[in-house]
Each structure stands twice: as structure tokens, then as C-alpha cells.
């Protein structure tokens, strides 16, 4: 089955620094690459995805960069503020006629003020 | 208006006991999901159900089970609970193949 491996698994950055955080993946027939941010006590919620036939996606100061022949892909976070502080996971979607989303081990993102 | 919404938040029950975690989504998805999250942060699915149907059933012991009444709701009943069961179950849903969103949680403490 598919396995995603995430580094590191805790980041520490200056206010205004970048972050970049990186996923590898092991099934090539992966297609959907989500970035899930969890902050504490609460869920986790989609920050950005992005599909296999792109290979890069920005939404302002978050993107994320998809390498499907080295099946790694990398969420890029320039300025951070201190409301980025969180856990940040990756995962890939295997379809086999059922979605199954396979996280990584998750990055704890610190953001010293 | 929450979208995915699950109760209890937070559960504290002795070994042994039989507790039930309920969860409604009002997005109109049609594919629900149980995932667990253990004490190091890594969030791994249990279960998926399509349209009332299982599609997905991880190797989850078989006191776990879930119960789909509607498209809507998927409850995730667990027997004879374990020291080992304590974690946080997040309830998901998504709309065929979409994106999936995630409950808040339920953080379930067995003493």
C-alpha cells in the first residue's frame, strides 16, 4: 500500500522567515496531494492541494511543488507569521474505487516572534 | 452551521465499558470516514462508508464498528474498551474523490 514519509518532524523559523516542509510517497498511481493544517485541540483542515498533473500551486503565501518522477512534493510557507504555528501533514490519496487518504507523520511548525 | 460535527468532544470511560461516538456532516457528501489520531500525532483511517455502504475497513479490531443510519451520519460504536483505544477519532467526509474535510474530534481517555 502507499506509504508517505514527512520532513522534518519539527520546524522552527524567525517571524518573516520561510518554512518548507517536505513528503516523499511510494505509489506512483497517487494523483491528489493534500496539505492538512491541525491546530491544537481542533481538526485538520485543508490548507492546499494539489493534483498529478501540476507541478506547482500558490495561494498567496502558502505553495506546494510536485515532483511525480522522484514522488516527492513540498509545501513552501514564505513570511510566516506567528498564526502558522501548528502541526502540518501531507498526505496522498490512493483511489481503488475507494479514497483512501494516507497521511504522513506530521511537521510541528514553530514561529518565534 | 458546522460542517462536520461530532460528539462527545471529550470521553472519559473505564476499560471495559461500551461507549458510542456519533458524527453529521451537512455538506451534501456523499463518502464518510473514521480516522484515528494516537498519542504521537499520526492520523490513520479505520473506516469509509459510500453512500451507507462500507468501502473501507482497516484492520481495525472488531470491536470497533461503525453504523451508517444515512449518508449524512456515520457513528462509531467501540466494545470492551482498552487502555490502548485512548486517542483522538476524527469523523471526515468528502463529495466523490473531492477534497475531505475533517470534525473537530473526539478525544476519548480510557482509565
Known amino acids: 500500500g502507499e506509504n508517505v514519509e514527512q520532513h522534518p518532524s519539527t520546524l522552527s523559523v524567525q517571524e518573516g522567515d520561510s518554512a518548507v516542509i517536505k513528503c516523499t510517497y511510494s505509489?506512483?498511481?497517487?494523483?491528489?496531494f493534500p496539505w492538512y493544517k491541525q491546530e491544537l485541540g481542533k481538526g485538520p483542515q485543508l490548507i492546499i492541494d494539489?493534483?498529478?498533473?501540476?507541478g506547482e500551486k500558490k495561494d498567496q503565501r502558502i505553495a506546494v511543488t510536485l515532483n511525480k518522477t522522484a514522488k516527492h512534493f513540498s509545501l513552501h510557507i514564505t513570511e510566516t507569521q506567528p498564526e502558522d504555528s501548528a502541526v502540518y501533514f501531507c498526505?496522498?490519496?490512493?483511489?481503488?474505487?475507494?479514497?483512501?487518504?494516507?497521511f504522513g507523520q506530521g511537521t510541528r511548525l514553530t514561529i518565534n516572534p | 452551521d458546522t460542517a462536520v460535527s461530532q460528539t462527545p468532544k471529550y470521553l472519559v470511560t473505564q476499560m471495559g465499558n461500551d461507549k458510542s461516538i456519533k458524527c453529521e456532516q451537512n455538506?451534501?457528501?456523499?463518502?464518510m470516514y473514521w480516522y484515528k489520531q494516537d498519542s504521537k500525532k499520526f492520523l490513520k483511517i479505520m473506516f469509509s462508508?459510500?453512500?451507507?455502504?462500507?468501502?473501507i475497513n482497516e484492520t481495525v479490531p472488531n470491536r470497533f464498528s461503525p453504523k451508517s443510519p444515512d449518508k449524512a451520519h456515520l457513528n462509531l460504536h467501540i466494545n470492551s474498551l482498552e487502555l490502548g483505544d485512548s486517542a483522538v477519532y476524527f469523523c471526515?467526509?468528502?463529495?466523490?474523490?473531492?477534497?475531505?474535510?475533517f470534525g473537530e474530534g473526539s478525544w476519548l481517555t480510557v482509565v
Open positions: 471526515a467526509s468528502s463529495f466523490r474523490g473531492n477534497t475531505i474535510y
Open positions: 505509489d506512483s498511481a497517487s494523483n491528489y
Open positions: 494539489i493534483r498529478s498533473n501540476v
Open positions: 498526505a496522498a490519496i490512493l483511489f481503488q474505487g475507494a479514497q483512501k487518504l494516507v
Open positions: 455538506l451534501g457528501h456523499d463518502t
Open positions: 462508508y459510500n453512500n451507507k455502504e462500507l468501502i
